[in-house]
């Protein structure tokens, strides 16, 4: 999943608007914007935050800037305890040769020292906008709570679902704006997953999308 290799890719499909929310980092954001950009394609900046409850929150930003400062604010809340490459993988930093230059030595699969409710906070005041990640799915917050924290006390609430079938258990919950995703780990799983009705690929377009189901469609295979 180097950023010439998912240009190439998301070009072949279609796809102009992306966003790159890795595991607790926002490390490899810049430079897959960077030559993503060049294809034409405009990346949200995001991250992927893995809090103590074990349920995965899907963090978005105005800028790259922002992204990685909210990165560098999480990583002081992840334990320093080291990744093991053979069982959990390389985590790997990139630059815009498709070259590997670094390696991340913290475990990232790890949660940070992190409630949900400060997780949510945090996104809000670094001017974020966040989802929760795959409700249904592990680590998910219906998987791992069975319910939906905050849902009381917003009008709306935007999740994340992972299968076609999950659409006649929550698209009846009017409080409930529902995205998909391709959650690619592989380029092989670039897929597109949802139809946009919006005036700009920007974030505030995004944010708009993201918080009224009139203006998504979901993609299904």
């Given at each position: ?33 960077e ?7 405009v ?25 990685e400062a ?48 400060e ?24 998987y ?19 299968r ?24 092989q799983?670039l ?25 998504v469609k979901?993609?299904?295979?």
């Amino acid at each position: 999943m180097t950023p010439g290799a998912v240009a190439e890719r998301l070009q072949e499909l279609g796809i102009d608007w992306v966003a790159i929310t890795d595991h607790n980092s926002a490390g490899n954001v810049r430079v897959f914007s960077e030559v993503l950009g060049k294809y034409g394609i405009v990346v949200i900046p995001g991250i992927e935050i893995h809090t103590l409850e074990d349920v995965h929150l899907l963090a978005f930003f105005k800028s790259v800037d922002i992204a990685e400062a909210y990165s560098d604010w999480l990583n002081n809340l992840i334990p320093n305890i080291s990744v093991d490459p053979e069982k959990f993988g390389y985590q790997l930093y990139v630059n815009d040769k498709d070259e590997f230059i670094a390696f991340e030595e913290k475990w990232l699969g790890q949660p940070a020292n992190l409630k949900l409710k400060e997780a949510i906070r945090s996104v809000i005041e670094f001017g974020g906008f966040y989802v929760y990640s795959h409700i249904e799915r592990k680590m998910g917050v219906i998987y791992q709570l069975g319910f939906i924290p905050m849902l009381e006390e917003n009008n709306r609430i935007t999740v994340e679902i992972s299968r076609k079938e999950s659409l006649k258990t929550y698209q009846a919950d009017k409080r409930l704006n529902l995205i998909h995703s391709s959650d690619a780990h592989a380029l092989q799983h670039l897929k597109p997953v949802m139809k946009v009705k919006a005036e700009g690929r920007n974030f505030n377009e995004f944010i708009k999308c993201m918080s009224d189901r009139k203006r998504v469609k979901l993609l299904w295979e």
